[in-house]
């Protein structure tokens, strides 16, 4: 289950009046109230072999007991310098990892919680939203901790992005098709490592395909579209 700031039952997660009067001063904030300079930020949890986590922006739990491959929907924050703190779900004591992140006024965002259990760290991609309704993209995000640098291909065709290493994310590609089946390889080679059948693409849509899991060990590789 993901609890977020937008979910009334957040302030009885809290300890403590000043938690519960720090979360609704955030919302009656201007930024909160008005969306000016505010950015849409949402959480994927994609560290295979950890625990459930909890995730607090700037000081203020945000996101709860998100489990692994969980997304969770988005949620208005201040743009500028965001610290991004992981803890394992109930442990506020001592974060898994404590990083920073920045985002731009108008934006929308995913932070993936990406590595493993013993070694964690936020990956921050630029969501596109674009207006145009006749317009279909996709961007590849290479989020498998194990496998090596990847290529996604259309299956029996062109290599659409080469060379990704992991944690880092392709461009995005504006495709014509509606329907497309696809191959993940490693890097350079014909070894296809998972395949992606038959991915649905709507007019208007721009698809996130989220490579988690591991190359070598369950949980195995998997495409999560977003």
């Known amino acids: 289950m993901i609890c977020t700031i937008q979910d009334a039952r957040l302030a009885a997660y809290f300890e403590g009046r000043h938690h519960h009067r720090h979360v609704e001063s955030l919302m009656a904030s201007p930024v909160f109230a008005s969306g000016r300079g505010a950015v849409m930020l949402r959480l ?25 491959r969980e997304l969770s929907s988005y949620v208005r924050l201040p743009g500028g310098s965001l610290q991004i703190a992981i803890f394992k779900t109930g442990s506020f004591r001592r974060p898994l990892f404590t990083a920073y992140v920045h985002v731009m006024p108008g ?3 995913t932070i993936a919680a990406a590595g493993t259990a013993r070694q964690l760290f936020p990956v921050s991609v630029s969501d596109h939203k674009a207006a145009d309704p006749d317009i279909r993209s996709m ?25 990704i290493p992991f944690a880092k994310a392709s ?3 504006a495709l014509a098709s509606q329907k497309i089946d696809l191959d993940i390889r490693a890097a350079g080679t014909n070894t296809v490592l998972l395949n992606v ?11 996130n395909l989220f490579c988690l899991g591991f190359a070598n060990g369950a949980p195995s590789l998997e495409v999560k579209e977003a």
């Open 44 to 68: 994927l949890h994609a560290a295979p072999h950890t625990e459930n986590i909890d995730v607090a922006v700037n000081g203020m739990m945000i996101f709860r007991n998100v489990s692994y």
């Open 107 to 109: 934006g929308y965002y």
């Open 139 to 163: 961007r590849f995000v290479h989020l498998s901790p194990d496998a090596p640098a990847l290529d996604l291909a259309v299956r029996n065709g062109p290599v659409l992005f080469a060379d």
């Open 171 to 173: 461009r995005h590609v």
């Open 197 to 207: 059948p038959k991915l649905q693409l709507e007019a208007g849509r721009h698809v």
